[in-house]
Each structure stands twice: as structure tokens, then as C-alpha cells.
């Protein structure tokens, strides 16, 4: 009797241990590892909430804070969000999982000027998910110049003024684009060129911020910045005050990306995400949060004129057709980074 009890009790503690096993492993996942301030948390619950899908994410605030992380295997990501240079870098290194493209029916949302770009020909790796430029908000109320250009930015009298980006290649490319040079022309002797820009203009920077450069320009602790678009977006709906400056010299026109991670366990789900998110109506709710130049042309149609004609999310196509997009430059990437930090600290 006494052995009967122990062995029943045995299997019913076996058997509540498989139905746990099982019930693990029925939980669907999904991992976003994204920029910050990019995709909307009532977007990401919605997606759960309709597919039940636990989703999980984490933010980063630069391309190369990104790489880091994946290349030192830390995380265990479904979806990143790299920009172009940074989808080209990631395809030759063969670190993406091709897309199954059956998965992504509403991919025929984006506009065609947006697909096949050399970074991924045919989108055998990544869904455009938005574009943007960098370009400069003035507090009409506290500089009464008129900023045309970066080099108009780095003036000594607006020491102390300025919030920017805190992202080398970004920093980097201004200071190119004032001496004319390409952005993507990064030899020792155009990096040279830059480093002397920048010992002037870093000095004068009074706030980093990648994540919400907006916020030192909102409570009146910079008077200036050079910031993303949709940052910029966000600050012309605020206030009527503030200007938005496309830089005279050129700047970067990005364009981020959706991709997956070749190690990605739950890649479907990634594909799922992918597919719910090019959805017109779910990508008008991005776009609303996140003003940035949105390729998906059937979420634009369901924008109001007032969001279309925001200079700061949607450049014309004159002002498009001045701007570049950044190359994967390999290890040049790091003497960058190194050039950068090494003013900042001086
Ligand atoms: C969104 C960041 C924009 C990404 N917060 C620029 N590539």
C-alpha cells in the first residue's frame, strides 16, 4: 500500500512536470532588439495581444552599440533594426537568415523606391521599415541667425548651445560634408581633414543624446541641434518655433531596416512581426509616434496633409537627391569611433 501511494504520488509529480514542459514550450516568442523611440509599445502589444506572441525588447542607440552586442553573442535577438550600411556589412558577413518571403505578403506596401537597394538586392534579407535624414532644428526664439548649414551650427557663439547625436559616423560625416569631401570617402587623408573640423566644432557641444535629442531643445537646454528627422518632426508639431534646417552641405539620407539574425530561434515570429507591421493601418500608428519618412506608400496615403507636409519626416524629392546614404567601411568604421572619442574626452 505504502509503495502504491509513493509511486502514484511519483507519477503525478511526472506527469505535472511534462504538462509544464509542454505548456513551456507551446509559449511562442519573439526577441526585438531596436533602436529606441522607433517602434511604438502600443504596436507591440497589439501584435501579442493578437497573435500570442510574448514579445520581449530591447533598445539601443546606435548601429554600433547594436553590432557590440550581437558580435559579442550577447542577447539571443529574433529581429534587429540595422540602417543601410549596416544591413550591407551584416549580409557579407553572412550573419542574416534569408527572409521567407511567402511570410511577408505585405511587402507590396512599400514603395518600389525603397526595395532592391544595393545594400540588399531583392530584399533577400531585409524589410525597409523607415527612412530619414539628419538635419538641424533652430529655437528661432533663442538664435536669431539664420542656420543654413552645419557649418552655421559650429560657430563659436553657439558654444554651450548645441545638442547632437551621439554617433560617430553620423559626426563624422558632417565634418566631411563642410569640406566638400563624400561621406563615405573615409581615407587617412579625408579622416585628417575631418579631425580638424571637429577639435573645433566637438567643444562647442553642449548635449549628446541619440535617444530623445528633442528633450534638451524642449526644456531650453540647447538652442540648436542636429538631430534625426523624426526628432525634428516631433519638435516642429510642438512648436511653432522651431525650424527645421536641411544642412546646405548635404547629410545622410538612412534607411532602416528589419532584419533577422542568422542565430534567431524564432525567426516565423520574425516574419510574423514583419508582415504585421507593414500593414497600412499599423504603420500609419508608427508613423504617427515616430514621424520619420515612412516607405510603406499606403500607410502615407492615410496620413493627414498636415503629417505629409512635415519638412522634417518627408524631404522633397530635390532635397533627397542632395543627400547620401552610408556605405559599409569595414574596419574604418573603428578609427572613426576612435577619432571621435578621443575629442570628445580632450
Ligand atoms: C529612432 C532612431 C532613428 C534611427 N529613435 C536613425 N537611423
Redesign the pocket.
Known amino acids: 500500500m505504502k509503495t502504491k501511494t509513493t509511486q502514484t504520488i511519483l507519477s503525478a509529480a511526472a506527469a505535472a512536470a511534462l504538462v509544464f514542459t509542454a505548456t513551456a514550450h507551446a509559449v511562442e516568442k519573439l526577441n526585438i532588439y531596436c ?4 517602434i511604438p509599445q502600443d504596436v507591440i502589444d497589439d501584435f501579442a495581444k493578437e497573435t500570442g506572441i510574448k514579445v520581449s525588447v530591447e533598445n539601443y ?3 554600433e552599440e547594436m553590432l557590440a552586442k550581437l558580435g559579442a553573442g550577447g542577447g539571443s535577438f529574433d529581429i534587429i ?1 540595422p ?1 543601410e550600411y549596416v544591413v550591407e556589412a551584416l549580409v557579407n558577413e553572412k550573419l542574416l537568415r534569408p527572409l521567407d518571403k511567402k511570410a511577408i505578403p505585405n511587402l507590396k506596401n512599400i514603395d518600389s523606391k525603397f526595395l532592391n537597394m544595393s545594400f540588399d538586392p531583392g530584399n533577400k534579407y531585409s524589410v525597409p521599415f ?1 527612412a ?1 535624414t ?1 538635419g538641424i532644428v533652430v529655437n528661432t526664439d533663442l538664435v536669431k541667425e539664420d542656420i543654413k548649414s552645419f557649418s552655421d551650427v559650429f560657430k563659436p557663439a553657439n558654444k554651450g548651445k548645441i545638442v547632437a ?1 551621439d ?1 560617430a559616423r553620423e559626426i563624422i560625416s558632417w565634418a566631411l560634408l563642410s569640406k566638400g569631401i563624400p561621406v563615405n570617402d573615409v581615407s587617412d587623408k579625408n579622416l585628417e581633414k575631418a579631425k580638424g573640423v571637429l577639435s573645433d566644432w566637438i567643444p562647442l557641444i553642449k548635449v549628446y543624446d ?3 535629442p528633442k528633450t534638451a531643445l524642449l526644456n531650453g537646454d540647447v538652442a540648436i541641434g542636429v538631430v ?4 525634428g518632426a516631433i519638435l516642429l508639431n510642438e512648436n511653432k518655433k522651431f525650424r527645421w534646417v536641411i544642412p546646405a552641405e548635404g547629410t ?1 539620407l ?1 534607411i ?1 531596416s528589419l532584419a533577422i539574425p542568422k542565430t534567431a530561434k524564432n525567426f516565423a515570429n520574425a516574419e510574423k512581426f514583419m508582415n504585421y507591421i507593414l500593414q497600412p493601418e499599423v504603420s500609419k500608428k508608427i508613423s504617427e509616434a ?1 514621424p ?1 519618412l515612412n516607405p510603406n506608400m499606403e500607410a502615407v496615403k492615410l496620413l493627414t496633409e498636415e503629417q505629409r507636409n512635415n519638412s522634417a519626416s518627408f524631404p522633397t524629392a530635390k532635397e533627397i537627391s542632395k543627400m547620401e546614404t552610408f556605405k559599409d567601411i569595414g574596419e574604418r568604421g573603428s578609427v572613426i569611433e576612435e577619432i571621435v572619442t578621443s575629442l570628445k574626452v580632450e
Not at 534625426?228 to 526628432?231: A, D, H, K, N, R
Open positions: 533602436w529606441s523611440e522607433y542607440a546606435s548601429n533594426q540602417s523607415m530619414g539628419v547625436l554617433d541619440s535617444d530623445s534625426w528627422g523624426g526628432e545622410h538612412f532602416d515616430f520619420y
